[in-house]
C-alpha cells in the first residue's frame, strides 16, 4: 500500500551491483520479465487499468508517474516508439484481460531529452543514434491512437518550467 506499481523492463537491466547494462540479449530478457509482471500483478490485483507510458528516453515517463500516477493503476514504463511494439503489448494483456488499456505519451523535444540524457549517470546514458532511432520512429509510425487498441489516449505537451 502506497507504492505505484511500475513495471519496466529497464528495471531488469540492472546487475546486482546497481549498474545498469543493455545489450539485445538482456533487453530480450527484460522485457519477457516484465511481461510477466504485468501479468502476475492483473491476475492478483485487478487494476482498474493499465497505462503505458510512451515517449524517448528522458521525455519524462517516470517523473509523470511519480507526480500523477494513481496507486491502484498498473503503469508500463517504456519507449513503445513503434506502434508494433505497442500493439503487440496490448494483444498481450488481451490474451488475459479485458482490463482497459490506456497510452500516455509525453511529447518532449528531443532536444531537452538529450540535454536531461546528458546529465544522467554514465551507464543510464542513451547513445545518441538510439535516441534519433527512437524519434525516427515516432515520425514514422505515428504517435499511439485509439485505433491501436487503447481506451484512452493522452498526449503531454512540454512546458518549460
Not at 110 to 129: A, L, Q
Not at 131 to 144: E, I, K, N, T, V
Amino acid at each position: 500500500k502506497g507504492r505505484k506499481m511500475i513495471v519496466s523492463p529497464d528495471l531488469h537491466l540492472y546487475t546486482p551491483e546497481g549498474i545498469y547494462i543493455w545489450t539485445p540479449e538482456r533487453s530480450k530478457k527484460a522485457w519477457a520479465k516484465a511481461y510477466s509482471e504485468v501479468r502476475d500483478f492483473v491476475e492478483t490485483h485487478k487494476p482498474p487499468k493499465i497505462v503505458m507510458m510512451c515517449g524517448i528516453p528522458a521525455s519524462g515517463k517516470s517523473t509523470w508517474i511519480r507526480k500523477n500516477g494513481s496507486e491502484e493503476v498498473l503503469y508500463y514504463d517504456a519507449t513503445f516508439s513503434e506502434r508494433q511494439i505497442r500493439m503487440k503489448f496490448i494483444s498481450f494483456v488481451r490474451g488475459f484481460t479485458e482490463t482497459p488499456i490506456e497510452v500516455v505519451y509525453l511529447n518532449t523535444p528531443t532536444k531537452i531529452c538529450r540535454k536531461r540524457n546528458d546529465e544522467r549517470s554514465e551507464d543510464r546514458k542513451v547513445p545518441d543514434i538510439a535516441m534519433q532511432r527512437m524519434s525516427d520512429a515516432f515520425s514514422r509510425d505515428g504517435l499511439p491512437s485509439l485505433e491501436e487498441g487503447f481506451e484512452k489516449v493522452t498526449i503531454v505537451c512540454y512546458r518549460a518550467n
